[in-house]
């Protein structure tokens, strides 16, 4: 049995462990919600972006547009955006593993855009081709990296260097749920058939096929600054959530060498009494 020496050390240790972990929760949750109130005034600018690039992908004038037109995939590249930090619980390896999967599944050549060095350095280790890395993102640039690397899928794209853009990133759904997308966004689709109607009632101007021009680069920036503030809050909340827990199993851990702690000075205690009472009636 350890000492008592020994057992105050450890609930000293564990004790700053602890203060170390609620400070990361709070800090955690003071971020987590700046993120979520910029997500809320992010997800309308997406969805609308989306909302015109949907009724543009149906249009029949548009099915031979660059950006609809399916290609013969042999090359795509993917942009993974996880954290340069740990202690979030599995919210880098979840989407990492998401992200990898997903390449294993496509039969093509892939090559990965890294944001953040944590996905960084998990194709680094399974020897997966890394064009690009973003590590030490800051959250207020987040829109300047997305027209950054915009304009570098979109030259990527239109110069045939690849044939398929993704984006894998974490959708965050609630503090306690956030889900891995991996989700294709060049090219846009095939023409639908019933829901061709909705494009051909919409008037563009010069066209839809010269708009759908202008319109892509928009719709790529709002969709990779929409997924980056996304996987913010994903982190933020699974690290939250990996902070709580870890205080709530110091505290448990600290009760318990309390416990061990008391149990040994009782001992202790009622064994000098037992020699002060054997002593006095020797004496007798």
């Known amino acids: 049995m350890p000492s008592k020496k020994t057992i105050k050390r450890r609930i000293k240790s564990v004790g700053t462990t602890k203060h170390i972990m609620k400070a990361m929760d709070m800090v955690a949750a003071s971020k987590l919600q700046k993120n979520k109130t910029r997500l809320k005034v992010s997800r309308p600018l997406f969805e ?8 543009l992908r ?8 660059e950006f ?11 942009v993974v955006i996880t954290s340069d930090r740990g202690l979030c ?68 794209y239109l110069s045939e260097k690849v044939d398929e853009v993704y984006v894998a990133y974490t959708y965050f759904e609630s503090a306690l749920s956030y889900i891995p997308k991996v989700v294709r966004v060049l090219p846009l689709g095939e023409v639908g058939g ?4 909705r494009g051909d009632l919409m008037l563009y101007e010069p066209d839809p096929d010269h708009f759908l021009i202008h319109a892509v680069p928009m719709y790529l920036n709002a969709f990779l600054y929409d997924a980056m503030l996304e996987a913010g809050s994903s982190e933020q909340a699974s690290r939250m959530v990996s902070m709580d827990s870890a205080t709530k199993n110091a505290t448990e851990i ?4 309390t416990l061990m702690f008391n149990r040994i000075r009782q001992s202790a205690i009622t064994q000098e009494i037992t020699e002060i009472v054997s002593g006095a009636n020797v004496t007798k």
């Open 58 to 65: 149906i249009c029949e004038h548009c099915a031979e547009n």
């Open 254 to 257: 600290i009760d318990d060498l």
């Open 194 to 197: 019933r829901a061709k109607l």
């Open 89 to 156: 619980g599995g919210y880098n390896t979840n989407i990492s593993q998401a992200a990898y999967e997903h390449m294993q599944k496509l039969n093509a050549e892939a090559q990965i855009i890294a944001f953040g060095s944590k996905g960084r350095d998990f194709f680094r280790r399974r020897r997966e081709n890394i064009l690009h890395t973003y590590p030490n993102l800051s959250e207020t640039r987040y829109y300047e990296y997305a027209e950054i690397i915009g304009n570098v899928l979109l030259s990527m």
């Open 68 to 78: 609809i037109k399916p290609r013969e995939v042999k090359r795509a590249v993917y």
């Open 48 to 55: 609308e972006s989306k909302r015109i690039i949907e009724t």
